[in-house]
């Protein structure tokens, strides 16, 4: 599984902690733009196997037949041609579509994860940021690094260590 469907899986799973309309609307959009898309994929591949499949044909009467052009008859040669241009313009267009279906999916991905972020402050409340004071060489106060190792790792020893 790629890293762009975990994110999906995971954003999926988040959202079955809210049980609201907009929460299966987006779930079901979401569902819907990812079938699209592994439809197109398929179909893709299928245009490109048969576009190497003219070329493997081609390639075979080109080397192993021996006046490959003028002793096959024409109907053979015009169906290799129409197959190979065929798939190659479809693969094209699969694959121009196949962004446009990315695309999309990125934008409900997008969606979907200001609603689980909405969902998250409100029954958490709004994340709490912490600011750092900048201590390295040459910061505010000229003062030297402290890596976590020498503060023994734990955050009150380091922030403990930063200070002091």
């Known amino acids: 599984m790629s890293e762009h469907q975990t994110h999906t899986k995971f954003l999926r799973q988040c959202l079955l902690y809210d049980d609201s309309s907009e929460r299966r609307q987006l779930e079901a959009r979401l569902i ?35 006046g490959f052009p003028y002793t096959t008859q024409q109907s053979i040669i015009n169906i290799m041609c129409a197959l190979g241009v065929g798939s190659l313009i479809s693969l094209l267009t699969f694959a121009c579509l196949g962004i446009v279906y990315r695309w999309k999916l ?59």
């Open 32 to 66: 819907r733009v990812q079938c699209d898309l592994r439809c197109v994929q398929r179909a893709a591949w299928l245009m490109a196997l048969l576009t190497m499949l003219a070329v493997a044909g081609f390639g075979y009467g080109a080397v192993l037949v021996e």
């Open 106 to 164: 990125d934008q409900q991905r997008e969606k979907c994860r200001a609603h689980v972020t909405r969902l998250l402050e409100s029954r958490l409340g709004k994340p709490v940021v912490a600011h750092c004071q900048d201590h390295r060489a040459g910061g505010e106060n000229g003062g030297s690094v402290r890596v976590a190792s020498e503060a023994g790792g734990s955050p009150g020893n380091i922030e403990s260590a930063a200070q002091g």
